[in-house]
């Protein structure tokens, strides 16, 4: 399984087979599209599995979660998911919500993501708000882990404490990418 960038063009293909296929394919075309970061899951370079993420600051939606019905129930959404809250959370993300329907929401609980009292009806189907907060290291967790850092950093490639110094603000600095 590969997880991976695709265009919205490949989004679309996937949404509309699955959401709601029976609708014109302008249908399953957001707005926001040009402004997402869309990303497919690869099974032997077929595509089983998208969603489109959608970045405000720090808080981030995920739209239009879909699996080839024929490819549901072998874990592709699951491990999508997981993927795609991993790129989130990497690039400074706080939180993460989605509009889930209603029949769906144990299957987010399962990624720890909460009911919000937020529910609403689109084309007679009830949706709930969910979200989930990305824990952050505490700034002392932070500290000690760059001390550590610092410490196998000098001892291991006999270096100075400057140019450890340096090696462990690269580190952090990639952390928060």
Same mark, same amino acid.
């Given at each position: 399984?590969?997880?991976?960038?695709?265009?919205?063009?490949?989004?679309?293909?996937v949404?509309?087979?699955?959401?709601?296929?029976?609708?014109?394919?302008?249908? !399953?075309?957001?707005? &926001? &599209?040009?402004?997402?970061? =869309?990303?497919?899951?690869? #099974? #032997?370079?077929?595509?089983?599995?998208?969603?489109?993420?959608?970045?405000?600051?720090?808080?981030?939606?995920? $739209?239009k979660?879909?699996?080839?019905?024929?490819?549901?129930?072998?874990?592709?959404?699951? $491990?999508?998911? #997981? #993927?795609?809250?991993?790129?989130?959370?990497?690039?400074?993300?706080?939180?993460i919500?989605?509009?889930? $329907?209603?029949?769906?929401?144990s299957?987010?609980?399962?990624?720890?993501?909460?009911?919000?009292?937020?529910?609403?009806?689109?084309?007679s189907?009830?949706?709930?708000?969910?979200?989930?907060?990305?824990?952050?290291?505490k700034?002392?967790?932070?500290?000690?882990?760059?001390?550590?850092?610092?410490?196998?950093?000098? $001892?291991?490639?006999?270096?100075?404490?400057?140019?450890? !110094? =340096?090696?462990? =603000?690269?580190?952090? &600095? !990639?952390?928060?990418?």
């Amino acid at each position: 399984m590969n997880v991976q960038s695709i265009t919205k063009e490949q989004a679309w293909e996937v949404r509309h087979t699955v959401m709601w296929p029976d609708k014109d394919f302008s249908y !399953i075309q957001l707005k &926001d &599209d040009p402004l997402g970061i =869309h990303y497919g899951l690869f #099974e #032997e370079g077929e595509l089983k599995s998208v969603v489109s993420l959608f970045i405000t600051g720090n808080e981030a939606q995920f $739209r239009k979660f879909a699996t080839l019905k024929e490819e549901q129930g072998k874990g592709y959404g699951s $491990r999508l998911l #997981e #993927e795609v809250f991993l790129k989130a959370k990497n690039l400074g993300v706080r939180k993460i919500w989605c509009n889930a $329907r209603e029949n769906k929401v144990s299957f987010y609980q399962a990624f720890n993501m909460k009911e919000t009292t937020r529910v609403f009806t689109k084309s007679s189907t009830r949706y709930v708000v969910m979200e989930l907060f990305f824990k952050q290291l505490k700034s002392s967790v932070r500290r000690h882990a760059a001390f550590t850092l610092l410490l196998l950093f000098k $001892r291991a490639y006999n270096l100075s404490l400057v140019q450890s !110094i =340096h090696i462990v =603000h690269l580190f952090f &600095d !990639i952390q928060r990418l």
